[in-house]
Structure formats: structure tokens, C-alpha cells
């Protein structure tokens, strides 16, 4: 039988965290703080478009112990590699550090850059996450929310909605410039502003929020990942290029063109693409925003079973449009079909990462071991599930 992947309690995260920190700078931190990861329940690959979008965070997370130092240093331990990182405050800048000390030295940059704080801190941090990596569920931002949340309290920042707002546009910036990867505003915003039993209707051109129910045990309905451990990495060039390809074909076009009523055939035609990676990355924006205000009517009508043909349909959309679906993605989207499931798509950047399905209560192990079966004999990795409850976002917890 397939295996659930239980969720670390977070007090527990940020033992693991103050317990590394001792262990490699020899004293205690100021704090703990922690921030998840997510899911998104529909409104992929256009949150750059200005569009909405529908996540909530993860009852996983990453945990980061803080302290602030007088000195012009950076030093970053982590329970998931050996070495401390360690280098000059003054030296951070685009495109350095490299890998993953980017994420958390490229906030303290960013906050700056952006006045969010009036100067670079020397700072000692240790890292523990119970957010897979490479599963595309956002533990870089998950990481980069931590730190931003940890030093805009040690430093007197705003950290109410409205700074929290702020911190995510410094994460975005950290993760677009100092780390390379050119993402979008919806998973720092997540992992900053989820409330607990809430998605997210979040607006990605004002960044306003409306929070939407989603009480799944009461329909008799969960969420599940399934994370298919094919790694996706946002700074390998796909997505870069995918997002590319939408904003070319989207700058003509705008929010006008979805307008209720439209009909897309004919925006399509009027757009007047004969590339077919244009017109399918365009018919993809079209359709998906369509479908996430399908959910967001279906939620507040509090038809929760019925979301699921949306989620099929915008799996199938992702796959076949806008082209950034994989073998082991596609795999357990029909597996989990197969056994019953409602809906079940991918989620996130793309090309690898993890799947989100919509299943009965009563037909979770059915799903589980369908999944688990059809990776097997397809010659994939074996699968890890994982607890999909919306739970709340980055806070200080210890
Ligand atoms: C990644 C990016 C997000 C978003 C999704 C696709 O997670 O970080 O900004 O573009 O891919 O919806």
C-alpha cells in the first residue's frame, strides 16, 4: 500500500531549526519562524498575466531560526546539506549566491533594495523544511517567506496584510534577481497571507484577496498530492520560457478579451497567431481564467464536488496547450481518474513536480494504491501522497 506523508507539527519544524542552529553557530537565535508551502487549486501559468489565481497554503513548511549579528556576514546552515554557507553582506547581488543560499540572501537583499528595511543584515539562520524539494510546491518560496517575515519583525517592518503584501513583492524580487528564476507573485503570496480552511481568490494584478471556504471533510471530499518525484526546477529553462511565450501573446490581447460572454474562438481568430505554441499558450490564459471564476462561483455556491471536471479540464489544458506537462504528471492525473477521483491535475511551474486530485473520503486508498500501481508499471518513481488541508500562512514559532 502507498504511503501518506504525515505533516511535521510546526512546533516540531522549529525545534529541528533552533536545534541545528546551536548545533553550528554554538549560541540560541532571536526567533523561529515559519512558512508554508502550496497548492493551487486552479489558475495555473497566469498569475503573471495579472490574472487570478486560487492557492492555499500547505500543513507543510520550512522553518528558519534567526539571529542578528553587528557584523558584515551571511552564514546559512540547513538540515538538507552538510556545509554552512557563508559570505560577505556586501557581496550579495543578482546572480549571487548561486543554488540555494540565493533564496535566503537574496531576501535581506531584496528588502533593502526595495526599502522594506534600511540596510543589509549581517545574520546567522538554520533551515529545516518538511516541504519536498523539487516536488513544485514552493518550498523556495516558502523559504524566502520565513526569512522575510523573520527579519521584517526583527526589524520593526510592517507585517500586518498590507506588509505582508510588501514582503512578498521583496520575495518575488529576490527570487527573480538574485536566484534567476523568473516567477510570479502567487506562491510568496500564499505562503505570507493563507488563512487556515481558506483558498485563495487572489487578484495577481492588485494582489487583493478574496478568501474562499473550502470545508472538503464536511462534503465527504479530500485533496490530495501526489508528488510524483520527477524534479521540476524553476530555473532550468522551461518555465522561463513558457512564461515568455504567454506574455508575447498576452500583451496584445488583456483582460477585455475574457470578458463574460466572449467567445475565445474568436479571440483566438482576431489575435490573428499562426505559431501553434502561441495560440495554444493563449487559448490556455483564455480558458483557465474562465475556469478559475467557474470554481470561485462554484465554491461560494458551496458545490465542492462539482469543481472537479474544472480541475480535469485545466489538467488537459496545461497538457495539451501550453505544453508543460510530463510522462509521470500525466500518469498519475489518469491513474487517479481511474480509481474514481473527481478531478485531478497538475500544479505549479510544470515538467515534472506534483499532481492535485479531488477524491472521496471513502475512496482515498483506492486512489493511493491506483496511483502507485500505474507509476510502477510505467517504470516511474515511486510516488509520496501527501495531506492537502488549506492551513495558515508564515508566523513566529518560538
Ligand atoms: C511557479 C511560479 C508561480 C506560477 C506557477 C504556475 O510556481 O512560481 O509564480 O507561475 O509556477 O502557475
Redesign the pocket.
Known sequence: MATRVKPVAPEHLGERAADLFGERFGTVPDGVWIAPGRA?LI??????TGAK?MPFALPYATAVAVRVHSHDRLRVASTAYEDVWEGAVSEVEPGHPNGWPAYVAGVPWAMTYHDTIARMPGLDIAVHSSVPEGA?L?SS?ALESAVALAIAELFGAATDDAGRRTLARDCVTAENIVAG?A?????QSVALRARQGRVMLLDCSSFAVEYLSLDLAAAGLALLVINTNAPHR?VDGG?ALR?STVERVWSGIGRAAVSEGTDIDEVLRRAAVDDPMLTGALRHVLTEIRRVDAVAALLRAGELAAIGSHLTASHASLRDDLVVSSVELDCAVAAALAAGALGARMI???FGGSVLALVRLDHIGLTLESVRRAAHDAGLPEPDFLHATPSGAARRVC
Open positions: 493551487n489558475g495555473e501559468h497566469i498569475d503573471y489565481t513544485g514552493s518560496a528564476a516567477t510570479g507573485g502567487m506562491d524553476l518555465y512564461r505549479g511551474g510544470g
